[in-house]
Structures are given as C-alpha cells and as structure tokens.
C-alpha cells in the first residue's frame, strides 16, 4: 500500500472501495486485480496509467537497487529519469548490450550493464517498473495522488460575477434572435454535407458582432435547441430558417429563452468550439454537420461547471493561470480520458462563458439552480438581473432614437419600420433617414401616423428636425405614381373620351381616366380595339414611338415548297467514297509492290534517323504504323516534319495530312 | 442591476445620459480613452479606438484604470470580449520603446521579445533599423524616427517615444499677464503637453488656442517654429503674441509667400512649405534654418501631406499641434499620433461653452423652394454642375436679405463658395466681399474695420474659414459650401462662437434649396451641428418674417 503516494487514510479507503466493487482481491501474495482489469486500465503500450512499466519476473530487492542506483555517473541518472518520464522505452542505438559495468563507456551502457534499462528486441530497452518506482521515491507515482490539484483563483464577488453572466446571457439570447430573425428573411443554403458554409458563419458573426466562434456556438445551440431547421425554398435547395418554434420561443421572457438555450447546451453532444479546425483527414470543420459531436464533451462540461461551482462564494477562476488548473483538476478525476480533454475544458469554460452560464470566470447563482436541473427557479433567479423591457426611446435633434434598455418586442418591429438601426447591444440606436421614414410611409403609415407613434413613444418632446423629416418625406411621398395598365386611349377630344367611359358597354373594358385627355384600361390592345370599334369609336393604334401605325388586313400566304433533288448530294458523296477507296487501294499496291519482307524493328533513334532522312531527300517512306487500337498498318507516307515526337506527314492511303506518333512507328523503309 | 449613466454597446460605442445625476463624472471618467463622437441634447456617443485608448496610455492610465470605470458606470453588463479587447488593445502600447543609447544612439527596445521579432520581421521596418545589439534592443537609423514610429502603429504596435528632445537655441519668451489671465484650462492644456513632451491639444474655435501655443512657448524659453494656415492667421499669431508675451515685434519673423523673414520666433504657412519647384521644396531648408527647440502646428487637422513627411523628420524637437477636432476628412488622425504626438488635452466644446468662453450659437436651416424654370434646369443638368446651380439660385439672394434686415446694427458675415453668387449678394447687399484674389493688405483692412464696426455686413469666401479671429460677428448665414464638409462646418460656427460682449446668442443661417443635392449635403452638416449639441431648426423661407 506504501506504493501509492498518499496518506494511508485516503489510500486505505480507496482500497476498501476497490474491494467492494470486486475490482481487486486479498490473495496469498496481497492484493491482486480482477483479471481483465489491468488490461482495461492501460495508458500507453505496454504501460500503466502513470506510465510504469511492468515489474520484472525477479525483481532485485531494494536495497541492491539503491546499491545499482548510486554508481550511476550524473549522465546516467538523468538519462534514467528522463527515460522514466518519456514512458519507460527508449531506443538503445549503438549502446552494446553485452558489457560489464566497468566496461561501460557510455550513459546508456553504464545503465544496461546494472540491468537498470533491460533490453528488447529490435534495439529496444525498457525501464522495469520496480526500478521507475525507486527513482520516483518508493511510489508508483512522483506527485501525492490524494493531492487534488489546487484551482487558481481570484477575487470576484457573487453580484459582480451573476451581473457579468446575466449580461452574456442577455447577449446571447438577443443574438440567437437577430440571427434566426434575419435567416427567416434571408436564409443561408444547406451545405452538401449537411452543415453551414463558411461564409455564411462569417456573414452571421459580422450579423451579430461576434467572432466565428461565438456565432458558431449560437447557431449550433439554436438548432439543439430546435429552433433552426432545413427546409427547401421556392428553387428547392435546402435552407436554414427557423421553425415555428423558434416563434414560439421569441413569445417567452428572455430569461425563459436563455434557460431553453442553456439548457441545450448542458445536454448536447455538440463540439461547436471545433468549428473551424480540421478533423484528422484536414477537412475543416463546418457548423451544423451531423458528425459534429463527441460523447465525452458533455462529461467535460460537467466537471468544468462542477468544479467551479465548488469554489467558495466571492472566488472565481483566475484569468491567465485558472484555466491550466482547471484542467489539471479534471485530469486528475479522469486520468484515463481522452487526450482532447485540456481542448475540451478550455471550450467549456468559453462556451459557458458566451452564453452566460458564466461570468468573470464565476458560475452565475442562477447557473447553479440550471445545473442542478431546476430550471424555473433559474429562470426566476436569472429574470431579477436582466434589464426590464422598456416602452420608449429618446429621440434627438440629429435624427437618431435610443432606446437605453431592451425594447419591447412590438415597439421594437414598428421602430425597425421607420428607422435603421445603428447599434445594438443593451440599448439600441435607431436612425431616422428620408429613406427609413419612406419605408413606413410605404407600408401604409400616414404622416399624422407617425407624428402620434413617435409623441407616443418618446419620453421628451419630438425634435423640430425630425417632424420636418416626417412632413417632408410625407410630402414627396407618392408624387411620382406607378401603375398597371394594359392599353392607353388617348384623344385631344375630352369630350369624346367623357362619352367612351360613360358608355353603358364600356364597364367590362376597364376605362380609369388619368388626365381629362388620357384614359387607361384593363383590357389588352387587340381586345380593346374591336370592342371600342362596337362602340362606335374609330380608333387609330400608336406605335411605340408616338407615331401612328396604320393597320391593313393581311391575306395570309404559305412560302412555296421547293422540290428536293434528293439524288445529288447521295451522288456527290458517293463519288468521293470511290475516289477515295481508289486511292487506298493503289497506296496498297505501292506499299505491296516495294520489298514485301517485313522491315526489321527499328529503335526509335533508328525511325527518327529513316525519317529526317526521308524529309531532307524529299522521298516517300513506308512506315509501319501502330494505332490508338492496337491495328498496325503499313502506309506509304511523305514527312512534312518531325517534332516533338510527332511526325506530320502526307498519307498516301487518304491523300491527306496527318499526324503519326513517333512512337508508334514501328518501323520505316525507304522507297 | 446597476443604475449607471453609461450603455456600453457590443459594437465598442458608450452612450452617455446626460440626464443622470452621475453623468458628469462618468464623462470626467470616461474622457481620458474615449473619443466623444457625437453630442446630442439627451444621450453622448462616445467610441473607443485604438488610438484613443493608446492615448490614455501615453497619459498614465491602464488598462485596469479603464475596464474599472467601464464596470463601474454601465447600467448593463459589458460584454466581456468587449473588455478583453481593451486590455489587449492597450496592452500593446509601450511594448516597444525608442530610447536613446549612450554609444548607439537611437534604439528600439522591447520588453516582450516575441514582439520585437515580429516587427523585425516587417518588410516595412527592415529598412529602418541597423545592428542588433542585444536580444532585446535594435539600433534605429537616427533619421528613421518618424517613419518608425507611423511604421509601427500601422502594425498595430505603437511606440512610446523616450529618446527625447534636443533643447533647440534658447529664447527667452515669458507670458506678460499683467492685463488679462491665462484660463484655467488653457493652463493646463500647456502643462499637459510640456509634461507629455509632444502632442496635440483640442480646443474648440474660439477657446484661444493661440495662447495655449503661447504659453506652451513660455515652457519651452526657445526659438519657436509656427506653422499657420495662411498669412492672416500668420498676421494674427504675430499680433497676440507681441501683445501677449514678452516677445516684440523685431523678435517675430514671418516666412510667407511676401516675406521670408527667419527670426527667434518666425510663423510660416503650410503654403510656402509646401510649395513646389521642378519636384524640390524650396523652402524646406527653413526648418534647419535654426535650431528650432519648439515646433507649433496651428489647425492640426489640416496638415498637408508633405508636411507630414517633413515632421518625420523632425522628431528630435518637441511638437505642439492645436486643433478644433482629431477628425481628418482624409482618416489620417494616425499619422497625426504618430508624428505630432498623442492627444494631451481635450474639453468638449459645450463645457467651455457653459463656462462662458465661446458664445451659444442658434442655428436655423432656411429651405427655398427653387422656381419651376430652375428646377427644370436643374433636373436635366449634368451631376457636376448640379451642385451649384442648386446653391447658387438667386431666390437665395432675397432670403439673405430678409435676414440681413431681422438682424438690424449686428455684425453679419455672409459665407459662400461660389465666387458669382458672392459678386451677387454683395451688389444686392452693398457690402464689401472678400475672396481670394483680394490683396492681404485690403483683407485685413476690411476684418479690421469689422472688428471696430465700422463695416456691419461682410461677404466672404471660404479664405475666411481659417483662423481669422472675428470676435465680433454675431449673425453668419452660408449660402454654400464645399460638399457639406464637417470640418468647414466646425470651421464656420466657430467664427461665430468666440464670446459675445453682452452674453448675446450667435445665429447661425444655412440657405439650402429644397429636394436637390444642396439639402442633401446640407443634412451633413446639420447632422454635424446636432451631434455637436447645437440643436437646429428647420424652417421654410416663405415662413420667414419679412
């Protein structure tokens, strides 16, 4: 038990526990694990959780070791140590093995000839675990294993930490509801992969003045918590907007929102903070991907969260050095874990952070009712520390509105009618511009309108500017009229257009008079025409030019069809056919009528030489020729030129030019 | 929940209700990092920038000092990347440090190593630098001081200068206050800059930087080197310094393009510097004409160019630079940091205003109604020319003169652009006009006979935006401008804002035409004068009493 580096008390009830969990039993020889349980508990190859290696099958008593352990020269011992540290294996290199202790020239010599590093195969040597537990003092481990590693703290007081978390909560619930309200207008496409395109994550953290991570981990949070989904839009890519709970939720209070998001977030699997690095293949990682979650990080985010929760009132973790503890203490109640865990306690603490679990490196108090799954009580808790909706800005002389505090959310949509938001945050900053004031004139506001909301609405009197912005927007609003309009009548006679509107068969053409000379209607040109015919107008038709267009009934012709020779062309090309088999055949006879003993192979030094040779002379080659079929043929050619392993020569067979690889030319006789 | 006066916004802006009971000393709090963007009557924008929270650094405060007063004030929570970013952002300030070294001479030096490697890895900086001399420390080519240090803040990494000043000649200059008192904060705006080194200070027109300037010459008993905009400024500088200060008139010298006078004390225009002869400045050779030991910039915010390049060059002697406002139309308020120095004093226009220093101003934006044949014109014009056929309307002419008659025995000034219109109104109006072509001499003979009352009533062009201390005028009404520049603005109210004899209100006119690009530019400047705190109003000319 004495191996163990801790106080006997915590080790002996340790031991006891092991006991009743049957994990080890008292045999002859001591205790023993359960077979299977040293296998399951391997850190590295070969090697045990703290990195010991296994003892030899005799080990040498102690005393004799520390005998061993004391003629070492200063080198050995520390190559000894650093053995132990590197994980008890190391490569022997050109140490001999087989030396004698006096006769051991080098540190690593000295060190084998004691049997203090034992050699493997292939070049190996290992560090025997009962000489690892002499150096680290007797114990299988150098550090105290009941010493819980110590968090670094600061000073931060309760208030101060739960007014600091409220705020990122605050923060990040209004995000999450920018984002998604803004997606709902214009929502970013489904990747193939089935996550969010790199762009459009830097467009949303641009959105809500965040960096990429900090958007990530809201969109993620957002769709755990069900208030983002796909769907297909009028083209029928797949989008992400959100759902119809995401409405739902805009309803609650935001203290009810943070603690669905959060809540999301305790539970989830999700490895947001991953986003943006590369998975062991080097892709980069996209929000929203379905592979994107690992089951150990909810493990992380529990102990991280527990550990703080655990430090006394008006203590957080300290800002450089809290973080290196933090994992340190995690390690140690999960020595076995994975090696992403310092990664993943470092994404905890930030993920909590943003979104306001908590504060100032402190767990918020109403994060600690989250945690311990009362959420109403933290709704509550966190409800009393966020600002208090508010129902009025303050308007003032250089055109801009602020709101110092949320708005409430119906304010909020008219004012975002009217004005364009210039700063968000806890208050926000509305500005008025001929534009903006356009805008709610366009969706049905009347000057008088405005004036009352903005009275209304403001807790100090409407500056005069601004009542002159409205007035002078309501005036040019509308001069300029738009309409639909299928023909124009048009007549210097008011009269006679004051007849055609009030003509009893005139209702069903749609007649709306613009100017006392123009009316506009609703029928179509060719329609209108005949009908105003019936009412015994003669109309003339304009063209587009203003000038008049004089109609005249067309009798309609069909174009004479032209008798087809059908016979020449088939004629033409069966001439060339003949022609061309005629010259195949007699570049046949040629290449027939020369040697007909198959030219020897030539390499293709030798083809190149018989070629240029061919094109200086002037004089026609037979080549034998190899095509992209694999068909050899012979032809009777005059090269043109040879470059680049092409040789461009006239074919005697088509009577045409073309083109022969060199390599391919199997052989080349002159004729 | 806090009940602060302060909103701290994610997007790095704090707004500021002036209501509240702690609002002003939040402002008192806050003024040291943040820059005052815009000041309207109920809620204060203030930003914080790189710059500005470097400039609270070169004054003394930290990043603590500052993330406490954010906490301490805001109504909300501050978003926490928000205070990271203020830490980290100021934590970058003063890593490096240019010193002077007994042997080497100049050196820059860095407490954080990994900095210094990634500068010397600039290919900007390569250039600027020489041996190494240890890990820490690197020498800089002595003339390379001012490249530098614009070099560095480009990367984000801004050096703090401590390789100090050379003494220049000395000069006995001493203030002679025996018939007036250096205010308060002009006093400390001078000992705010000598404690500081270099820099610059911000007074609003009409809260007599010209002392400042003068008592910072006291500080610095040297031969002076001043930098005006043009010759009547330069004239003015001479005439308050020699009534001002133990200086007489044979000790001032002016260097202009009619005198090239090189005195203990000598004013030069940014014009004669900068003018240019077969690609040589010819006159550059002034700024070694002595051994300057102060350097005074006069409106700051309009430096050229070129004398940026040549203050690179002189960053051995100390530089004091005056200004209205840091904003530069052209964005290079980081050169200004870097080359003059960071900003060592400011006070908000509107609190000298209630200390009684620059007079309340009124402002009113007048809109005509252009006549149909005009409008027709106007509409079918080219876009370059819209601008003045809009401004130059004659309608405008009648409404000036409607004014001029409100106004009856108060000294008026009419401000145009457009050389025609300002013939125009000062046949209509019988006044005399300034403009450029008018000679200096004629010029001032004319301010001057305004100042004693002589002559009520002065068109001019925008050669009387700069500098032209106009005590007396009460009534500005403009009829056009450039392009509803912010600064002319600035520039303009401020020759209305020096304080009145009898407490009066200034007025301040705007005659824009209706639904053309002369409103639209006009909503610049409104805004300009809203954000300042000057609450305007609009009103239609066919409402004006007649």
Redesign the interface.
């Known amino acids: 038990m004495q191996l163990v580096n801790g106080a006997p008390g915590p080790v002996g009830a340790a031991v006891e526990h092991l006991q009743d969990l049957a994990l080890v039993w008292q045999a002859t020889g001591g205790l023993r694990a359960l077979t299977g349980v040293g296998e399951a508990m391997v850190g590295g190859p070969g090697a045990g959780v703290s990195g010991l290696r296994s003892f030899s099958s005799e080990p040498a008593s102690v005393g004799d070791l520390t005998r061993r352990l004391g003629e070492l020269s200063a080198a050995a011992r520390a190559m000894l140590q650093h053995v132990d540290q590197a994980g008890g294996e190391a490569t022997a290199g050109s140490a001999r093995t087989t030396v004698s202790p006096q006769q051991a020239a080098t540190p690593a010599e000295e060190l084998i000839s004691r049997r203090l590093l034992v050699p493997r195969g292939g070049g190996q040597v290992v560090l025997p675990g009962e000489v690892a537990v002499e150096l680290r003092g007797g114990h299988t481990t150098r550090d105290a294993m009941d010493d819980v590693p110590v968090l670094a703290t600061s000073e931060r007081s309760r208030p101060?930490v739960d007014?600091?978390?409220?705020?990122?909560a605050?923060?990040a619930v209004r995000r999450v509801e920018l984002l998604l309200d803004h997606w709902g207008d214009d929502p970013p496409t489904v990747l193939r992969s089935g996550g969010l395109g790199v762009r459009d994550l830097k467009a949303a953290a641009a959105l809500v003045?965040?960096?990429e991570p900090?958007a990530a981990l809201l969109v993620e949070t957002a769709w755990g918590a069900g208030l983002l989904a796909t769907t297909a839009d009028l083209h029928g890519n797949p989008t992400w907007v959100p759902t119809d709970a995401f409405d739902a939720w805009t309803e609650l209070a935001p203290a009810r929102r943070w603690v669905a998001l959060a809540r999301t977030w305790w539970e989830s699997q999700r490895v947001p903070s991953a986003v943006g690095s590369r998975d062991s293949a080097g892709k980069t990682w996209n929000a929203l991907v379905p592979e994107l979650h690992n089951p150990w990080v909810t493990e992380s985010r529990r102990l991280t969260l527990a550990a703080l929760g655990e430090l006394p009132d008006g203590e957080v973790l300290a800002a450089g050095t809290g973080l290196p503890s933090m994992v340190a203490r995690v390690s140690w109640q999960r020595p076995r874990r994975p090696r992403l865990r310092a990664e993943q306690v470092a994404w905890a603490t930030l993920e909590a952070?943003v979104l306001g679990l908590t504060?100032?490196g402190g767990l918020a108090s109403y994060a600690a009712l989250l945690v311990a799954g009362d959420q109403d009580r933290a709704a509550d808790a966190l409800a009393t520390?966020l600002?208090e909706p508010i129902d009025h800005v303050?308007l003032?002389?250089?055109?801009?509105a602020?709101a110092?505090?949320p708005l409430e959310t119906g304010l909020a949509r008219r004012l975002q009618l009217i004005a364009d938001v210039e700063?968000?945050?806890?208050?926000t900053?509305y500005r008025f511009t001929p534009a903006s004031v356009r805008r709610g004139l366009d969706t049905g506001w009347t000057a008088v309108e405005l004036h009352g909301f903005l009275a209304g609405v403001s807790r100090?009197p409407v500056?005069?500017?601004l009542t002159?912005l409205v007035d002078d927007t309501a005036r040019?609003f509308g001069t300029v009229r738009v309409g639909h309009a299928e023909s124009f009548v048009r007549a210097d006679d008011e009269a006679a257009l004051t007849e055609l509107m009030h003509h009893p068969r005139a209702a069903g053409l749609g007649l709306r008079r613009l100017a006392p000379t123009v009316l506009i209607s609703s029928t179509p040109l060719d329609l209108l025409l005949p009908r105003l015919r019936d009412l015994g107008a003669a109309p003339a038709v304009e063209a587009e030019d203003g000038t008049l267009r004089v109609l005249r009934p067309e009798s309609r012709r069909a174009r004479t069809p032209r008798a087809r020779r059908v016979g020449a062309v088939r004629a033409a090309r069966q001439s060339v056919r003949v022609s061309q088999v005629v010259t195949a055949v007699r570049a046949g006879d040629r290449v027939a009528a020369t040697d007909p003993s198959p030219s020897a192979p030539l390499t293709a030094t030798g083809s190149l030489s018989a070629l240029r040779e061919a094109l200086e002379t002037g004089t026609s080659v037979l080549i034998s020729y190899v095509d992209n079929q694999g068909t050899s043929s012979e032809r009777i050619v005059d090269p043109i030129s040879v470059e680049g392993g092409t040789l461009v020569a006239r074919d005697h067979r088509t009577d045409a030019e073309r083109s022969f690889a060199v390599h391919r030319i199997s052989g080349v006789r002159a004729l | 929940m806090n009940d602060g006066p302060l909103i701290v916004q994610s997007d790095k802006t704090l707004l500021l209700e002036i209501d509240h009971e702690r609002a002003s000393d939040c402002r008192k709090a806050i003024a040291p990092f943040a820059e005052l963007e815009r000041s309207p009557e109920h809620i204060h924008t203030y930003r914080l920038t790189p710059l500005g929270l470097w400039n609270a650094r070169a004054a003394g405060h930290d990043a603590e000092q500052v993330v406490d007063t954010l906490l301490e004030f805001s109504r909300y929570a501050v978003p926490h990347s928000l205070l990271v970013d203020v830490a980290e952002t100021m934590a970058r300030y003063g890593r490096l440090r240019l010193e002077k070294h007994p042997v080497h001479g100049l050196t820059l030096a860095s407490t954080d190593r990994p900095v210094l490697e990634e500068v010397l890895r600039a290919k900007k900086i390569a250039g600027m630098l020489g041996a190494r001399l240890d890990e820490d420390t690197v020498v800089v080519h002595g003339s390379e001081r001012g490249n530098l240090k614009q070099a560095l803040l480009k990367l984000g990494w801004p050096a703090e200068d401590f390789a100090g000043y050379v003494d220049g000649e000395s000069h006995p200059i001493e203030l002679d206050e025996t018939e007036w008192h250096l205010r308060d904060y002009q006093r400390q705006a001078a000992e705010s800059f000598w404690h500081g080194g270099s820099g610059v200070v911000v007074l609003p027109c009409g809260a007599g930087k010209t002392l400042v300037g003068a008592a910072a010459m006291a500080h610095a008993k040297a031969t002076t080197l001043i930098l005006v905009t043009n010759t009547v400024s330069a004239r003015q500088w001479k005439d308050e310094l020699i009534r001002r200060t133990s200086l007489s008139e044979d000790e001032i010298g002016e260097y202009s393009g009619a005198m090239k006078e090189v005195k203990p004390v000598t004013i030069a225009t940014y014009q004669v510097l900068t003018l240019r002869r077969k690609g040589v400045y010819p006159h550059l050779e002034l700024l070694d004409a002595k051994d300057w030991g102060l350097i005074v910039y006069d409106e700051v915010h309009l430096l050229p160019a070129p004398i940026f390049r040549m203050t690179a060059d002189l960053q051995a002697r100390r530089r004091i630079g005056l200004t209205a406002t840091l904003i530069r139309e052209d964005g290079r308020e980081g050169d200004v940091f870097s080359l003059i120095g960071p900003k060592r004093y400011d006070a908000p226009w509107k609190d000298i205003e209630a200390q009684g220093w620059i007079a309340p101003a009124d402002c009113v934006e007048v809109r005509v109604t252009l006549p149909s044949a005009e409008r027709l014109l106007y509409a079918t014009a080219e876009p370059d020319e819209r601008y003045r056929l809009a401004a130059c309307t004659h309608h405008k002419v009648q409404v000036v003169r409607d004014l001029v008659a409100q106004h009856p025995g108060q000294p008026t000034l009419v401000i145009g652009q457009y050389l025609e219109q300002l013939d125009e109104l000062a046949a209509a109006l019988d006044a005399p006009v300034i403009k450029g072509e008018t000679p200096v001499k004629e010029r001032q003979r004319l301010f001057e006979a305004f100042r004693t009352g002589e002559v009520g009533l002065l068109v001019v062009s925008k050669v009387a935006n700069f500098s032209i201390d106009l005590p007396s005028a009460e009534i500005a009404i403009q009829v056009s401008g450039s392009f509803g520049s912010r600064q002319e603005e600035a520039q303009r109210l401020g020759r209305l804002l020096r304080p009145k004899s009898d407490g009066k209100s200034a007025h301040f006119y705007t005659i824009v035409s209706r639904d053309t690009v002369d409103a639209e530019f006009a909503q610049n400047r409104q805004r300009f004068l809203a954000e300042q705190g000057y609450a305007y109003r609009i009103v239609d000319a066919e409402d004006l009493p007649a």
């Open positions: 101060v007014h600091a978390a409220a705020g990122a605050f923060e003045q965040a960096d900090t952070s504060g100032l520390l600002p303050l003032q002389a250089d055109l801009t602020v110092p505090g700063s968000r945050g806890g208050a900053v100090t500056p005069q500017p002159y040019t």
